[in-house]
């Protein structure tokens, strides 16, 4: 086995997939901890738990994949209190931190910390014990000041924290000898992180941690959902070590998951959001009447407080509540107290309840709206039925024809268990400026010490020399810069400017304590845009976004909490609010909207087309395939049925290696749709580098609508197209080129950079004092991205900017392999627009694309004003 260095640390990552069956008897050799367990589960470990004690208790790095419910967790930690034990048992039981457990969601902690209480505390009861000897703590931004000082003064064994408030210990002088005895690091929900600049964060905290620990702590990563494992197991230990990925199948006479699909429309009737949104409560009603607890998913927070907010009127005021990021932490803790309890008959969740938190009494699931990957769908079903044992159902609700199609599709790849490969994020330069700066607050550093400490993370491997240099001259001041690139407002933020660092012979440290203060206030990767606390009566009720905030009149409702609020006045980053009656508003949450994966997009496409052909053949074939292939009831196959029926009678299904393209007329100018069997974000990249093209054929402004199989350009009246002029503007030819092209010609690239120029501690979410006026940051993308761009247009955080809307936000790489297939063009001219148009592709709202001159448009205007016929 070929050595990394001198502790030898293996250099492969490869993941070896366990072997040999579950073994007759736990490897758990503390006495009270075995008899616990033996009281507790009296059928026995699970094969999750049977195939991992041993390996974890060898101190081996492992990967466990097993399904929802299967106890992982246990898994997990029973090895490391069976150790502990075992140590006390000996009379060597130090004090000291043992173990950092990392969850992505603060929630997901809080419910690790109380179903580890409760065998420490059986233990402790059964010894005979004033005090348990294995101590727990948990460590998150909702931490108090006192607990804090009682973490660093008295480490536990066990800390429970996030990849946050871990990178904030790190920046800390007095953590530095607790991570010493450190020697097991575990991560919860890992394929959740993989993907992520937050994982690529942790990655690199996990390595600091390391580095500081007295040997390499053995890693043990958990997940219910990542296929194929290599790439998991690779991001939790970076190309140096090996990885031992275990497998774990279901426990016996457990069976996969059950997942139904449901339409809220009839055969005969068109989208109608009133009628389906009343069919949807009355669904929720008899849901929440037949079973203990019903876990509803509505992908936003704003459907989400509607949602609660009219079933509280059905089913009672302490029956139902919301769970959202937007939401206070005592009340999300609240809440999870109450459905720990069972004392909830339906809980609604945007996201935030779709990891691990322990819903023991959730029977049911229900998905309103699309999950956008097999994946996140086991993720949400198996919240319910969340214990060793239990059947794990999900229900889901399809408003429109283009949704019950889409949740068609997604329901057997769950059920299969197809779920999508993870990619990691590779080397973000704006979270390397972070991390550099929180090294340097510990004191100073060695910069080919750095670099070779972070390359160990998975992420981070194919950083390069230049980038690492670039970031440190950026953080050093040392790049040229704009005069006058601040925020207008004094004292609210630093010039961008000011040097971070000092560097010299090799070593960097930060200049002042200012900037270690501003690195513990700023630290993490989540974007979210500016929010303001709400107040009712000195309760803090959650957080709504500012922009929405300062447009509130006195006297306007709005819902939080599934309560309707009254607005009284906005108080520098406050509202001040009162219960009310009657109907509220919705508020606004911007966030990236969830486009399917490239896999489900790419068997929504075919399963269009399959539906297609059988229609040819007569109504029975088609409505018998998708009885014994997807499971669906007569009332949804109806309405699939008349979806097909009147898109092949108006225009086509898409077939197979072509593209079909359909010009319909707009008020103002035409519109062409491309429709393609691509997920959202390839078809953004197919759809900007197709913009860019028309952009410098007809040098016009146009307009750009991208959604799932396919977008819509709308282009003036005088830049017609016929039916030759498609295939050149889908040429794989220069296709990254044109794809940059578009991307600098949209508002994407200068809303991106806000939020990289925030990670890299350019510029400051929280700045020291607060903030004086809601949209303080808006300057970053409106001011400052221009002037960065003129001044330093090889800028580390331009880059970075670049490669995020790339590499993350668009499928550049899949859109340019299906334009290399050369797909057959298909032209239709249409009277408006197609059924699968106004199924699928959003019409509403087209991200504008700059490519005419000012020059040119005034030119233009002067030819109206005087050719006398205004067009």
Same mark, same amino acid.
């Given at each position: 086995?070929p050595?990394?260095?001198a502790?030898g640390?293996?250099r $492969?990552?490869?993941?070896?997939?366990?072997?040999?069956?579950v073994?007759a008897?736990?490897?758990?050799?503390?006495a009270?901890?075995?008899?616990w367990?033996?009281?507790?589960?009296?059928g026995?470990?699970t094969?999750?738990?049977?195939?991992?004690?041993p390996?974890?208790?060898s101190?081996?790095n492992?990967?466990?994949?097993s399904p929802?419910?299967t106890?992982?967790?246990l898994?997990?930690?029973?090895?490391?209190? !069976?150790?502990?034990?075992? &140590?006390?048992e000996s009379?060597?039981?130090?004090p000291?931190?043992?173990c950092?457990?990392?969850?992505p969601?603060?929630s997901l902690?809080y419910?690790?910390?109380?179903?580890?209480?409760?065998?420490?505390?059986a233990?402790r009861?059964?010894?005979g014990?004033? /005090?348990?000897p294995v101590?727990?703590g948990?460590?998150t931004g909702d931490?108090?000041g006192?607990?804090r000082?009682?973490?660093?003064e008295n480490?536990?064994?066990?800390l429970?924290?996030?990849p946050?408030?871990?990178?904030l210990?790190?920046?800390?002088?007095?953590?530095?000898?607790?991570?010493? +005895?450190?020697g097991?690091l575990?991560?919860?929900?890992?394929?959740?992180?993989?993907?992520?600049?937050?994982?690529a964060d942790?990655?690199?905290?996990?390595?600091?941690?390391?580095a500081?620990?007295?040997r390499?702590?053995g890693?043990?990563?958990?997940?219910?959902?990542?296929?194929?494992?290599?790439?998991?197991?690779r991001f939790?230990?970076g190309p140096?070590?090996?990885?031992?990925?275990?497998e774990?199948?279901?426990?016996?006479g457990?069976a996969?998951?059950v997942?139904?699909?449901?339409?809220?429309?009839?055969?005969?009737?068109?989208p109608?959001?009133?009628l389906?949104?009343?069919?949807?409560?009355?669904?929720?009603?008899?849901?929440?009447?037949?079973n203990?607890?019903?876990v509803?998913?509505?992908?936003t927070?704003?459907?989400?407080e509607?949602?609660?907010h009219?079933?509280?009127?059905?089913?009672?005021? !302490?029956?139902?509540a919301?769970?959202?990021?937007?939401l206070?932490?005592?009340?999300r803790?609240?809440? &999870?107290?109450?459905?720990?309890?069972?004392?909830?008959r339906?809980?609604?969740?945007?996201?935030?309840l779709?990891?691990g938190v322990?819903i023991?009494?959730?029977?049911?699931?229900?998905?309103?709206?699309?999950?956008g $990957?097999a994946?996140?769908?086991?993720?949400?079903v198996?919240?319910?039925g969340?214990?060793?044992?239990?059947?794990?159902?999900?229900?889901?609700?399809?408003?429109?024809?283009?949704?019950?199609?889409?949740?068609?599709v997604?329901?057997k790849?769950?059920r299969?268990?197809r779920?999508?490969?993870?990619?990691?994020?590779?080397?973000?330069?704006?979270?390397?400026c972070q991390?550099?700066?929180?090294?340097?607050?510990v004191?100073?550093?060695?910069?080919?010490?750095?670099?070779?400490?972070v390359?160990?993370?998975?992420?981070?491997?194919?950083?390069?020399?230049?980038?690492f240099?670039a970031c440190?001259?950026?953080?050093?001041?040392?790049?040229?810069s704009?005069?006058?690139a601040?925020e207008?407002e +004094?004292?609210? /933020?630093?010039?961008w400017?000011?040097?971070r660092f000092?560097?010299?012979?090799?070593?960097?440290?930060?200049?002042?304590?200012?900037?270690i203060?501003?690195?513990?206030?700023?630290?993490g990767?989540?974007?979210?845009? &500016?929010?303001?606390?709400v107040?009712?009566?000195?309760?803090?009720?959650? /957080?709504?976004?500012g922009?929405y905030?300062e447009?509130?009149?006195r006297g306007?409702r709005?819902?939080?909490d599934g309560?309707?609020l009254?607005?009284?006045?906005l108080?520098?980053?406050?509202?001040?609010?009162?219960?009310?009656?009657?109907?509220p508003d919705?508020?606004?949450?911007?966030s990236?909207?969830?486009?399917?994966?490239?896999?489900?997009? $790419?068997?929504?496409a075919?399963?269009r087309?399959?539906?297609? /052909?059988l229609l040819d053949?007569?109504?029975?074939?088609?409505?018998?395939?998708?009885?014994?292939?997807?499971?669906?009831?007569?009332?949804a196959?109806?309405?699939?049925?008349?979806?097909f029926?009147?898109?092949?009678?108006?225009?086509?299904v898409?077939?197979p290696?072509?593209?079909?393209v359909?010009?319909s007329?707009?008020?103002?100018?035409?519109?062409?749709?491309?429709?393609?069997?691509?997920?959202?974000s390839?078809c953004?990249?197919?759809?900007?580098?197709v913009?860019?093209?028309?952009?410098?054929?007809?040098?016009?402004?146009?307009g750009?609508v991208?959604?799932?199989?396919?977008?819509?350009?709308?282009?003036?009246?005088e830049?017609q197209?016929?039916?030759?002029?498609?295939?050149?503007l889908?040429?794989?030819d220069?296709f990254?080129? !044109?794809?940059l092209?578009g991307?600098?010609?949209?508002?994407?690239p200068a809303?991106?950079?806000?939020h990289v120029?925030?990670?890299?501690?350019?510029v400051?979410?929280r700045?020291?004092?607060?903030r004086?006026?809601?949209?303080?940051?808006?300057?970053?993308?409106?001011?400052?991205?221009?002037?960065?761009?003129?001044?330093?247009?090889?800028?580390?955080?331009?880059?970075?900017?670049?490669r995020?809307?790339?590499?993350?936000?668009?499928?550049?790489?899949?859109a340019l392999?299906w334009?290399?297939s050369?797909?057959v063009v298909?032209?239709?001219?249409?009277?408006g627009?197609?059924?699968?148009?106004?199924?699928?592709?959003d019409?509403?709202g087209?991200?504008?694309?700059?490519f &005419?001159? +000012?020059?040119e448009?005034?030119?233009?205007?002067h030819?109206r004003?005087?050719?006398?016929?205004?067009?």
């Amino acid at each position: 086995m070929p050595r990394d260095d001198a502790s030898g640390r293996p250099r $492969s990552a490869r993941a070896n997939p366990a072997t040999g069956g579950v073994g007759a008897a736990p490897a758990i050799r503390s006495a009270p901890v075995r008899a616990w367990f033996a009281r507790a589960f009296p059928g026995g470990p699970t094969p999750a738990q049977a195939l991992a004690w041993p390996a974890i208790d060898s101190g081996e790095n492992v990967l466990l994949v097993s399904p929802t419910g299967t106890g992982k967790t246990l898994a997990a930690f029973l090895a490391l209190i !069976d150790q502990l034990y075992r &140590e006390h048992e000996s009379g060597g039981l130090a004090p000291g931190l043992r173990c950092v457990y990392v969850s992505p969601l603060r929630s997901l902690g809080y419910d690790i910390e109380r179903n580890l209480l409760e065998p420490l505390e059986a233990i402790r009861h059964e010894l005979g014990l004033a /005090t348990s000897p294995v101590t727990i703590g948990v460590r998150t931004g909702d931490t108090s000041g006192h607990f804090r000082r009682k973490l660093r003064e008295n480490p536990p064994h066990l800390l429970i924290t996030t990849p946050e408030s871990l990178s904030l210990l790190l920046s800390q002088k007095t953590w530095g000898r607790i991570w010493r +005895p450190v020697g097991h690091l575990i991560v919860d929900e890992v394929h959740a992180l993989v993907p992520s600049k937050r994982g690529a964060d942790l990655a690199v905290s996990l390595e600091r941690l390391a580095a500081q620990a007295e040997r390499d702590p053995g890693r043990v990563g958990l997940s219910a959902t990542c296929k194929p494992p290599g790439p998991v197991a690779r991001f939790l230990v970076g190309p140096t070590r090996e990885c031992r990925v275990i497998e774990a199948p279901r426990p016996d006479g457990k069976a996969g998951p059950v997942i139904e699909v449901e339409s809220l429309l009839e055969p005969d009737e068109g989208p109608h959001r009133g009628l389906t949104y009343r069919r949807l409560l009355r669904r929720l009603r008899e849901e929440a009447a037949g079973n203990r607890t019903t876990v509803v998913f509505a992908n936003t927070r704003a459907f989400t407080e509607r949602i609660t907010h009219d079933l509280k009127g059905d089913l009672g005021e !302490d029956a139902v509540a919301a769970h959202h990021s937007a939401l206070d932490a005592d009340r999300r803790r609240a809440v &999870e107290a109450a459905l720990k309890a069972g004392e909830l008959r339906a809980v609604v969740t945007s996201t935030s309840l779709e990891l691990g938190v322990d819903i023991g009494t959730a029977d049911l699931a229900v998905l309103v709206g699309l999950p956008g $990957s097999a994946s996140r769908c086991l993720q949400r079903v198996g919240r319910a039925g969340h214990r060793v044992g239990a059947r794990t159902r999900g229900l889901m609700l399809a408003a429109t024809a283009a949704e019950l199609a889409g949740a068609a599709v997604t329901a057997k790849a769950a059920r299969e268990g197809r779920v999508e490969p993870l990619r990691m994020t590779s080397a973000p330069l704006d979270v390397l400026c972070q991390q550099l700066i929180g090294m340097a607050c510990v004191g100073e550093c060695s910069g080919d010490e750095a670099i070779d400490l972070v390359r160990k993370a998975g992420p981070m491997e194919h950083l390069t020399r230049p980038d690492f240099d670039a970031c440190l001259n950026f953080l050093a001041g040392e790049l040229p810069s704009p005069p006058g690139a601040w925020e207008p407002e +004094p004292g609210a /933020t630093p010039q961008w400017t000011s040097p971070r660092f000092w560097k010299k012979g090799g070593l960097f440290g930060v200049k002042n304590t200012r900037i270690i203060r501003w690195f513990r206030s700023n630290v993490g990767t989540i974007t979210s845009e &500016e929010s303001v606390r709400v107040l009712v009566e000195d309760e803090s009720i959650g /957080t709504l976004e500012g922009n929405y905030a300062e447009r509130l009149q006195r006297g306007d409702r709005f819902v939080l909490d599934g309560r309707a609020l009254e607005f009284d006045r906005l108080d520098n980053l406050v509202v001040h609010a009162r219960f009310s009656g009657g109907e509220p508003d919705l508020p606004r949450w911007t966030s990236d909207r969830q486009g399917l994966s490239s896999e489900l997009a $790419s068997d929504l496409a075919a399963f269009r087309y399959r539906a297609a /052909t059988l229609l040819d053949e007569g109504p029975s074939a088609l409505r018998a395939w998708l009885v014994d292939e997807y499971g669906l009831e007569p009332q949804a196959i109806g309405v699939l049925e008349a979806l097909f029926s009147a898109q092949e009678r108006l225009s086509e299904v898409p077939r197979p290696g072509s593209v079909l393209v359909e010009e319909s007329p707009l008020e103002d100018g035409l519109s062409y749709t491309f429709h393609a069997p691509l997920g959202r974000s390839a078809c953004e990249a197919a759809g900007r580098a197709v913009s860019a093209r028309l952009g410098r054929r007809f040098g016009r402004d146009l307009g750009l609508v991208v959604a799932d199989l396919g977008w819509q350009i709308r282009l003036p009246i005088e830049a017609q197209l016929d039916a030759e002029d498609i295939p050149p503007l889908l040429s794989p030819d220069g296709f990254e080129e !044109d794809v940059l092209a578009g991307v600098d010609r949209g508002n994407l690239p200068a809303r991106r950079f806000r939020h990289v120029a925030a990670t890299a501690l350019m510029v400051l979410r929280r700045p020291e004092g607060g903030r004086t006026r809601v949209g303080g940051l808006l300057w970053v993308s409106r001011r400052l991205y221009p002037l960065v761009k003129a001044a330093c247009p090889g800028h580390p955080l331009l880059k970075e900017t670049r490669r995020e809307v790339l590499d993350d936000l668009l499928d550049a790489p899949k859109a340019l392999e299906w334009l290399r297939s050369r797909p057959v063009v298909r032209f239709r001219v249409l009277d408006g627009p197609s059924p699968f148009t106004a199924a699928w592709i959003d019409a509403a709202g087209p991200e504008p694309m700059r490519f &005419e001159s +000012p020059e040119e448009a005034l030119r233009r205007f002067h030819e109206r004003l005087f050719s006398g016929d205004g067009t």
